[in-house]
């Protein structure tokens, strides 16, 4: 952002460019030889002094347009990242042809049955990571994660409830069919399906307000003494799109102003919604930013995964980031819905210095620099961040391709939100990208994959589950303890009349109900 006049806002004019450089090198200086907290460190000193000497400075809630973590201070991830990556294959197989086969096989629903591929191929990562290393069922030792999920990427659930033995062939067959209650609720259902999933979402906006609340009770439970809740978060996945309802943002400063470490918000900002660009001439990452950091939350962006590494390190004079920075989502959206050439050309041909730095490359090469919700190891990094971040809720803004991995019959495309019948062609290509092992032969049917259960992966996912204590989603049915319905005497005071015999209102009623009740050790 270049800097404004303070009295009018205007583009404000650079009187001693000396004196500016001199000022840009110490800063640049001390970042590269004391590193990043030391640079804050003396920047807040010099805001605090401004603000003391009543300098007026515009305010901005955004950082730059890069991931918050810098390479240098991202946690590892201890995991197996090729294992992961094939189960994740798998799921990403399951999930598809869970929809394509409920839309081919059902001629008499007119093949409409709907469901969706595109948004679980740009979650898949995300999942995985918290699948695999973060969320915690309710076990002996811990209460349970409470899982908020994004309501139309149910089939990529459901693909990984198969793998684990949890759900039948039977049932994914019968996805958007509940009939008897065999089939798959479309979209997180407690009441079709009450063992599963934990809280409906797909009425967009109502997840992330219920979470907050949740997060609220689950801090209240802790500070009365009621239950132990201490190492559980509650993890919130909308969609950017989602974002634009007003409930979603509705409480987010409630969820400050409680200091709700224990709540989690992932947005995947696949800069799509339904049917085009969230901004296509703004973007939505920096708008969040904004949004959130200005309502007290701490803000996590991840955006450009580790190939973007050695390129920014070699950014010296800032180009590279610049162009970050001035590029708008409707055109990041236009690069991947091409090739590398076109991006060679349009992205980082717009500056001569960025396009040098990727002269060295391939066409293939700059096609997959990939965004930072498809880098398995950022998103773990990101997901350790926030875990451990103290004292405020998290958002971690995450950029991600909808569609990923589905090539030409939907990546990056603003029609792939509804893409639910693949075509033969899609499908083998979608097997070979994954390398999924199935046969020519066997493809038209486009039937599940589960491997075999002594194969690494298989062993993998189980221990996986078992070292988080269990399955997740899960739902407890039945409350753990019954409790005493209190006696009528606990009422007393509010069934007969009033001494001076004075009627009192239904709130006044209500009100005396419950303070008894709340009285009553027993119940
Ligand atoms: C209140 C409400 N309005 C409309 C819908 C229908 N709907 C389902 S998904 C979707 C678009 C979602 O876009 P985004 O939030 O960006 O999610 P993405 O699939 O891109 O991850 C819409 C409009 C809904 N579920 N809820
Ligand atoms: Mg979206």
Redesign the pocket.
């Known amino acids: 952002m270049s800097a404004t006049d303070a009295h009018n806002g205007q583009p404000a004019v650079d009187v001693d460019t000396q004196e500016t450089r001199e000022w840009m090198d110490a800063l640049v200086a001390v970042i590269e030889r004391e590193g990043p907290e030391r640079a804050h460190f003396l920047l807040e000193q010099l805001l605090e002094e401004a603000r003391q000497n009543s300098i007026d400075m515009p305010f901005s809630a955004n950082t730059g347009y890069v991931n918050t973590i810098e390479p240098a201070e991202e946690a590892r991830c201890p995991g197996n990242i090729e294992i992961e990556e094939r189960l994740r294959a798998y799921m990403r197989w399951n999930a598809m042809a869970m929809v394509v086969k409920a839309n081919r096989h059902n001629p008499e629903d007119g093949g409409d049955l709907g469901g ?1 591929i ?2 679980f191929a ?2 898949a990562h995300m999942f995985g990571a918290g699948f695999n290393h973060f969320w915690h069922a309710e076990s002996e030792n811990h209460g349970g994660d409470c899982l908020y999920i ?4 149910s089939p990529g659930v459901y693909a990984r409830a198969y793998l684990e033995g949890r759900l039948t062939e039977e049932q994914l067959l019968h996805f958007r069919q509940e009939v008897d209650g065999k089939g798959l609720s479309s ?1 997180p259902h407690p009441k079709l399906m009450p063992e599963f999933w934990q809280f409906p979402t ?5 997840g992330p307000l219920m979470a907050i609340y949740q997060a609220r009770f689950l801090k209240y439970l802790h500070a009365r003494g009621i239950a132990n809740t201490e190492n559980r978060k509650v993890w919130v996945f ?8 007003v409930e979603s943002l509705g409480a987010i400063s409630l969820a400050a102003r409680e200091n709700l470490d224990n709540l989690i918000f992932v947005i ?1 900002c ?1 800069l ?3 049917d085009g660009p ?1 901004r296509g001439n703004g973007k939505i990452v920096q708008e969040l930013e904004g949004e959130f950091r200005g309502s007290g939350w701490n803000v996590i962006k991840l955006l450009w995964g580790s190939n973007w590494d050695p390129l920014l390190a070699r950014d010296k004079d800032g180009a590279l980031r610049k162009l970050m920075m001035d590029t708008v989502d409707g055109d990041y959206q236009a690069f991947k819905a091409n090739d590398g050439a076109y991006v060679r050309k349009h992205f980082f041909g717009r500056d001569p210095k960025t396009l040098e730095m990727v002269a060295h490359m391939t066409d293939d090469e700059i096609w997959n620099l990939r965004r930072g919700g498809h880098d398995p190891q950022k998103v773990y990094a990101a997901y350790h961040r926030a875990v451990n971040h103290k004292g405020q809720p998290t958002v971690l803004l995450i950029k991600t391709v ?1 569609g990923f991995g589905m090539g030409k019959a939907g990546e990056g495309k603003n029609t792939v ?1 509804q893409t639910k019948k693949l075509t033969d062609e899609d499908i083998k290509i979608f097997r070979d990208r994954f390398n999924i092992p199935i046969p020519d032969s066997e493809l038209a049917k486009i039937p599940f994959y589960k491997p075999a259960d002594d194969t690494p992966e298989m062993q993998y996912l189980h221990e996986r589950r078992k070292a988080l204590g269990g399955y997740l989603p899960k739902r407890r049915v039945k409350a753990d303890e019954s409790f005493t319905v209190p006696s009528l005497e606990t009422f007393k005071a509010v069934l007969e009349p009033t001494a001076e015999g004075r009627e009192i209102s239904t709130t006044q009623a209500y009100v005396r109900f419950l303070t008894q009740l709340l009285r009553d050790h027993a119940s």
């Open positions: 969706h595109g948004s740009s979650l994004q309501g139309h990427v979209y797909v009425s967009m906006g109502l909308c969609g950017d799109g989602e974002m634009d309802e995947n696949n799509q919604r339904l969230v909808k939100h």
